[in-house]
């Protein structure tokens, strides 16, 4: 969500802090442009019904064309081998041009609209807001939202749980790439601006905006601290509890019937039967579902434990450790 302070600056809206601003970004800008990564020599192994190749007409100096190769989009769905196909992906460019009759001869990167456009438009967006504030304390209320937006979105940037099918994912990855890179300049231009107008004030504002980052990341630690899903994946981390081919081992006993279990575990650690056995049963069952202790949409309770369990020098179950590092892996 954009702070109302700053929602008339000119390109705010590749400041991304959530999946739907993010969806938007791809819809109203995105385009994938596929091309061999080095010159190739009479495209042999391309297949034609996937891709529309153009020859650029370009030579090397041993004298090979030079040939883009954009994805037909009309045949996504005949992809039969994705991770192959993807040999030949540049990623997102040009989020601002792209049209119909968009010319690839003439293509710029997105790195060069972000530095010739994007950041110019959107630096001088900002100063006349600055201007047009009535007080130095409105100026430096934009200046601290501004960096705390940028920052919520580094941190959504950086966790974003990609999803979709292949092709998808690979798309958001490479928008949200360019988008941290987005904000990195942005950030490094809006702070050398801003110490040219109100040089003994920015690192204070700066250091105040790191207190409020750390205050609310402590926070929402805590309130997941206090969930039902951090305390039930609590008793796998510790090695209470652990499972294969849907049969559950608890004190050092096998347990074929999720009710049993169920029963016990609530008697023994003080949770709620009906608030735990939806989520045994679907962890156990391996279901993909948001009750599944070690789907991907868990994995910040996961990895807040294993940082609680580092912190406080535990060491985490074999079995724990296990699901966190494939679960990591998957969202690399």
């Known amino acids: ?83 192959t196909d993807y040999d030949y992906k540049i990623a997102v460019t040009d989020y601002n041009l792209f049209s119909e009759k968009f010319d690839l001869e003439s293509l710029p990167s997105f790195i060069d ?83 040219t107008i109100f040089p003994n004030d920015s690192k204070l504002i700066e250091e105040n905006v790191i207190q409020i980052i750390v205050n ?25 509890i652990s499972f294969e081919k849907m049969t559950a081992m608890y004190g050092n006993k096998q347990y074929d019937t999720i009710n049993e279990l169920a029963e016990i575990i609530s008697q023994d650690h003080k949770i709620s039967k009906s608030s735990l056995q939806p989520y045994l049963n679907q962890t156990i069952k391996e279901v993909s579902s948001d009750k599944n202790l070690f789907d991907i949409s868990k994995l910040k309770y996961l990895q807040l434990i294993a940082e609680d369990f580092h912190s406080q020098q535990k060491e985490l179950s074999t079995f724990f450790s296990g699901k966190i590092e494939k679960l990591t892996s998957i969202n690399e």
């Open 113 to 195: 609209e972000m530095n010739e456009k994007y950041h110019p438009e959107c630096i001088e967006s900002l100063k006349l807001e600055l201007v047009n504030a009535k007080t130095e304390t409105a100026c430096k209320i934009i200046y601290q939202d501004l960096l705390l937006h940028i920052e919520e979105s580094n941190s959504f940037l950086k966790s974003h749980i990609y999803f979709g099918n292949v092709l998808s994912q690979e798309v958001q990855k490479a928008v949200c790439y360019w988008l941290l890179k987005y904000n990195e300049y942005l950030l490094s231009n809006v702070q050398q601006y801003f110490k």
């Open 1 to 83: 969500m954009i702070p109302p302070v700053l929602k008339n600056i000119t390109h705010i809206d590749f400041i991304v802090t959530d999946i739907f601003q993010l969806d938007k970004i791809i819809q109203d800008y995105g385009k994938i442009i596929y091309y061999t990564p080095e010159v190739v020599f009479g495209i042999p192994n391309i297949d034609k019904d996937l891709y529309l190749i153009t020859d650029l007409e370009m030579t090397t100096e041993k004298g090979e064309n030079l040939y883009i190769i954009q994805r037909d989009p009309n045949s996504i769905g005949k992809l039969k081998n994705p991770k």
């Open 216 to 240: 609310k990341a402590d926070a929402e630690k805590e309130k997941l601290r206090n969930s039902n899903v951090y305390r039930i994946a609590l008793l796998f981390a510790d090695g209470i």
